[in-house]
């Protein structure tokens, strides 16, 4: 008897112990993430930013392998002799103390007050010593320098946007080149868009949204050990700085090669392709860096993309092939870079990933030909004929030399091409080469994207902010985060939005999974965005419920609960639908009609596999529940928007799944639309996407028509 007490306790501490270590293996095992800062780090002037804070995003939508810790403090700066150093704070000590895995360090900003800025000739010596600072506890940190936002205040003396852009930013990269540490460039992301900062300085609750995002980005980079041009065995290399990574300038093979390296390149090792005028407008170039993308250009400027250049590109495109990049770059091209990156692409259609051409040449008769509507450069043009081995200034019909004459084989191809053109462009004039070319490829199905820049000219190329450049080349590539199939809360604050002021997205949130712990075995849960919010209910919070009278009427024999958030996304629903507890009020019919948020952002795959994320969720929350399954309810008033072609695409998709017994997938289209397609002006809002108190009636009915059809035995 004794032999078996002692079996049982030596077993028990057997257990106990591995109990233990598991939890001391997941704890170790958990990636420690340090947000150091300033005021916009910490949170400060946004709403709820015990929830907003960017570090608090970042961390909701990482997994429980991660830990994020929020180590800003407002108003400090950089350096040590600064009014207020960050060095002096208790969060520095914590921070340092944390010995995080990875450091995201975002200072420099009230570094351009006036006060300071007579120290900045110390800004990269104290940076460099702030990076030592956490390596010494741990020399494997990943720390990674965040960029400042721009600054919109007024006052020279304050934060300084000039001096934020001149002296912080290039201080900054400065110091990751030196140091071979990755960036962050949030001024991308928020130039341009002062409404996500409404005290010209702090990011709302919106913009901390962004931040997070892009850290995320960041975070979840997978990188590949890859040197490009160790690999190429180059001799006389000449090595530059370019806005924080490594530039090399070399001769091989008679090529003239410029090559840019990422500080974390991916595995598949992308590579944009850069055509004339490297380093101007770098926008997109540094986007592209910091997520792993190398950047290479081959000098064939004077050659305007004649067979000759197009044989130097082949070379140059062989060597890199050799060397192991993507077998699919990314072709870019700025005014006179168009004729390249066409030519070339004509001739190597299964060799591109996508093009993006900036006011780009399509036919050389409109610049440097000037005999349209353009200036023209009668230098430029004896040039061109001579690469050509043109005689005359008007070709023969048989000439086929310009992207111009290409657009059947471009549009066949289904390479996706973007265009970022000026309409007052006096030099290539719009209508004498993109939208000629864009008309002619469209008729012919080919795959092409147009973006039309209003009172501007052929300069400034490219946008200030790239954000929508860079997505078309990460889609492109394969490269794209799909933050719709991401669990997230969302941060959504404004009183526009159909709520009480004060009473934000976490209230709204937090008031529905009160009701729905509140009751028991209801008939219908209605969840959704600003649709389903429309619906009212008991929702004292919700200011706007046009559809109360159609719920009043077609619900009146139901106990019903409306789970509707203004705003909400595919993957606000599905962090709600994790993380809350509405399956407590056991429905007997889901609702689920989301998706139209994601319009603006996302494309039509991405959007989809965000829908069938979040259905999946919800599958698993209410598995008795029988689950009316809408996607995005019909947007577009006009049948032929890009905005109902998007809708369609995405139900089309829907259609083809597979569903379990308990979800019913419905297509409201046909209800709310006229004989001629377009959608019922009285049903629906001038926007073509929100709902009119008889559009609810319409909805009413079909759900209860549905409902009624459940519960017949």
Known sequence: MKKYVFLFILTAIVLCCAEQDKKQTSKVEKVKIACVGNSITYGAGMADRENNAYPIQLQNMLDDAYEVKNFGISGRTLLKKGDLPYWETEQYQQALDYNADIVLIKLGTNDTKVP??????????????????????????????????????????????????????????????????????????????????????????????????????????????????????????????????????????????????????????????????????????????????????????????????????????????????????????????????????????????????????????????????????????????????????????????????????????????????????????????????????????????????????????????????????????????????????????????????GKGWWSQAEQIDSLCQASKDIDLLLIGNSITQGWGGPRDWVTYKPGQPAADASFKDLEWIGAGISGDRTQHIAWRLKNGKYEACNPKVVSLAIGVNNFPDDSVEEIVDGLKNTLAIAEEKFPESAILFFGPLPTGLDPTSDRRKKYREIHAKLSGLEYAKNIQYHNLERYFSNEDGTLKEEELSTDGIHLQPKGYETWAKYIKEQIDKINQP
């Open 116 to 501: 300071n800025r007579q120290h900045l000739d110390e800004f990269e010596s104290d940076y460099k010593a702030l990076v030592d600072s956490f390596r010494e506890g741990n020399e494997k940190a990943r720390i990674i320098l965040v960029l400042p936002v721009p600054s919109y205040m007024k006052d020279s003396t304050s934060i300084w946007n000039p001096v934020i852009k001149s002296q912080i930013t290039p201080k900054t990269q400065k110091v990751a080149n030196d140091l071979g540490l990755e960036t962050i460039d949030l001024y991308q992301l928020f130039v341009g868009n002062p409404s996500l900062m409404p005290d010209e300085i702090h990011p709302s609750s919106l913009g901390a949204t962004l931040i997070a995002k892009r850290a995320y980005e960041a975070i979840k980079h997978e990188t590949y050990d890859f040197d490009l041009v160790e690999t190429l065995q180059v001799e006389n290399i000449k090595k530059s700085n370019f806005y924080g990574f490594d530039q090399f300038d070399f001769e091989k093979d008679g090529l003239q090669l410029k090559v840019v390296r990422p500080k974390r390149p991916l595995k598949d090792k992308p590579w944009i392709w850069r055509a004339r005028f490297f380093g101007h407008e770098p926008q997109t170039d540094i986007a592209l860096l910091e997520r792993g993308f190398h950047v290479v250009y081959c000098e064939v400027g004077t050659f305007f993309g004649n067979p000759e250049a197009v044989a130097q590109w082949n070379k140059c495109y062989d060597l890199m092939i050799k060397a192991g990049m993507n077998p699919k770059p990314a072709l870019e091209g700025m005014s006179r870079g168009g004729l390249i990156i066409y030519n070339w692409a004509a001739e190597n259609l299964d060799k591109v990933a996508c093009i993006y051409a900036d006011a780009p040449v399509l036919d050389a008769r409109s610049w440097p030909g000037g005999f349209g509507n353009g200036i023209g450069s009668p230098p430029d043009w004896e040039l061109a004929k001579q690469r050509y081995g043109l005689t005359s200034d008007m070709p023969s019909d048989n000439f086929k030399g310009w992207p111009m004459h290409k657009t059947e084989l471009l549009a066949a191809s289904g390479i996706p091409m973007l265009h970022v053109c000026g309409l007052a462009d006096k030099v290539v004039p719009v209508d004498e080469n993109t939208r000629l070319f864009a008309e002619k490829v469209d008729s012919l199905g080919g795959n092409i994207k147009i973006m039309y820049k209003e009172g501007v000219g052929h300069h400034p190329h490219s946008l200030e902010n790239p954000t929508k450049i860079v997505d078309f080349i990460l889609r492109a590539t394969g490269h794209k985060t799909n933050f719709a199939s991401i669990p997230a809360p969302a941060s959504e604050y404004r009183s526009a939005a159909g709520w009480k002021e």
